[in-house]
């Protein structure tokens, strides 16, 4: 498997090799090009001024092509030669020079005596040099008499396109070594922060939850790495939930089959236990079962909101009829502890949420106020419309919750005073299963110290849209 480094800094090595084979390459060639033409404009003008001063002599001899070439006043070139109509070298500034210069003049004859003149160049990558070769046909009376033969090596030329062929080669080494350097650079970089990322990811599968990646820059890979941090975060938070509630439920869930098992153990390993203690035990492990079967009702009832299900299906509840029957129920516990139930419920407070959903959270929070009230204390359950919304409050006049509880009163197993609970027969997942369905009825719930002592629970839903009144006349319906 080819790794994502990899990838990228071939992507970048073959495109910055590309760039540099153009740079390069493009600039020598315009060069050599604008040197070329600019020869070719001297050479050619050059060899139409000698041979239209040639073109006055009535006939070409070397005497007379000397005087003529010897009046002009003309730029050198490296070699000049003057030919007749046959060939016949007539004047040549470098007698000694190279035959083969000359022949490669000569060879344009037969072109230059159909009377149309002939350039070449070339330039020798090697040498730095530009070779350059113009020959131009004199014609005296309408009648080609020879030809003007010109020769150019030029070193200078060649050495500024040899000179700026180096120096793009040494810029292109220095800046293609610079830039392979950074994508190298780059590359290890990007590549550091996805294995660290990944790294963290595996981590993470493993189960450990605990795992944070640097967040540095503003770049996509940053916005990833935060989004990772929060998720894991989330994670770590509901696996922590999770660990607690397990083990909080296992707890809850010994104790009663701890009791269960000890009782019957004793029922067991006595033989003459007498009539009434074993009835009394039998009692008691019946009290320790319904005990068992309500955790584990109220386990099924969370583990039901938590997936979302919703108990009974929504529809109009009247939450006056609902807080009346749920009081009405609870008149017995209420006597037996010696507290007053009172109401103030307004009317027309509907809303739509599940009925079953609704008298739980009704009967838990009440349920709460008398078990954890004082002797002689009191429940008030008020219920009124505000702003579009049904809002009930639950006040009791009982031990009240301190303040650094009230942010965890509605986690699961949470108690406030663990050992009144107990014994009062609480579980610690009332008030998460009251939170729990307010929630997936679309409802809100706080809770506030009460104005002298207790607790006040306030609840609020939306209430219910009205439903649209028949305006039309009977009569008239019957007419149509």
């Known amino acids: 498997m080819i790794s994502v480094r990899v990838k990228i800094a071939a992507a970048f090595s073959l495109f910055t090799a590309v760039l540099l084979l153009v740079l390069n390459t493009y600039p020598v060639l315009v060069t050599r090009d604008i040197v070329i033409a600019r020869t070719r404009s001297a050479l050619q003008s050059q060899g139409s001024v000698i041979s239209s001063s040639l073109s006055a002599l009535d006939q070409l001899t070397a005497e007379s092509v000397g005087q003529v070439l010897a009046l002009l006043d003309v730029a050198p070139v490296t070699r000049t030669l003057v030919t007749d109509r046959d060939g016949g070298v007539l004047y040549d500034t470098d007698e000694s020079g190279s035959a083969a210069v000359r022949d490669g003049l000569l060879s344009a004859m037969a072109e230059v005596m159909e ?72 590359s290890t970089t990007l590549t550091r922060r996805i294995k660290r990322l990944s790294a963290a990811m595996d981590l993470v599968r493993g189960g450990d939850y605990s795992q944070r990646v640097p967040v540095s820059g503003g770049d996509e890979l940053a916005e990833l790495s935060e989004e990772f941090n929060i998720l894991t975060g989330r994670l770590e938070s509901t696996e922590e939930a999770r660990r607690r509630f397990v083990s909080d439920a296992s707890h809850e869930l010994r104790t009663p089959l701890a009791a269960i098992r000890l009782l019957s153990d004793s029922i067991a390993q006595s033989g003459d236990m007498d009539e009434d203690t074993m009835r009394e035990f039998a009692r008691d492990i019946g009290s ?85 009230n004082v002797p002689g204390g009191s429940v008030r359950l008020s219920l009124a419309s505000k702003e579009g919304r049904a809002v009930l409050s639950v006040a009791d006049t009982g031990i009240g919750i301190p303040e650094a509880d009230r942010d965890h009163i509605f986690e699961r197993f949470y108690r406030v005073d663990k050992a009144r609970s107990r014994a009062s027969g609480g579980s610690g997942l009332g008030l998460a299963i009251v939170h729990d369905a307010v929630v997936a009825n679309g409802g809100t719930i706080s809770v ?10 306030t609840v609020s839903f939306p209430l219910a849209a009205e439903p649209r009144q028949n305006t039309e006349n009977p009569s008239e319906k019957e007419n149509v």
């Open 448 to 457: 506030a110290p009460g104005p002298e002592r207790g607790t006040v629970f």
């Open 115 to 186: 009377g149309s003149a002939c350039f070449s160049c070339a330039y020798s990558y090697a040498d730095g040099v530009f070779t350059s070769q113009a020959a131009t046909p004199v014609v005296s009376g309408g009648v080609i008499t020879g030809a003007v033969y010109l020769y150019e090596y030029d070193t200078e030329q060649g050495g500024i396109v040899t000179g700026l062929r180096r120096n793009l080669m040494n810029m292109s080494a220095l800046f293609g070594g610079a830039g392979l350097a950074l994508i190298v650079l780059l």
């Open 288 to 372: 320790e079962a319904d005990r068992l079967q309500r955790i584990t009702e109220k386990l099924m009832t969370l583990t039901k909101l938590d997936s979302g299900a919703v108990t009974s299906p929504r529809e109009a509840v009247d939450m006056a009829a609902v807080a009346e029957r749920t009081l009405h129920l609870l008149e017995p516990l209420a006597a037996a502890q010696d507290v007053t139930l009172r109401t103030d419920l307004a009317p027309g407070c509907v809303v739509t949420a599940s009925a079953d959903d609704m008298y739980q959270i009704i009967f838990n929070l009440a349920e709460n106020g008398v078990k954890y």
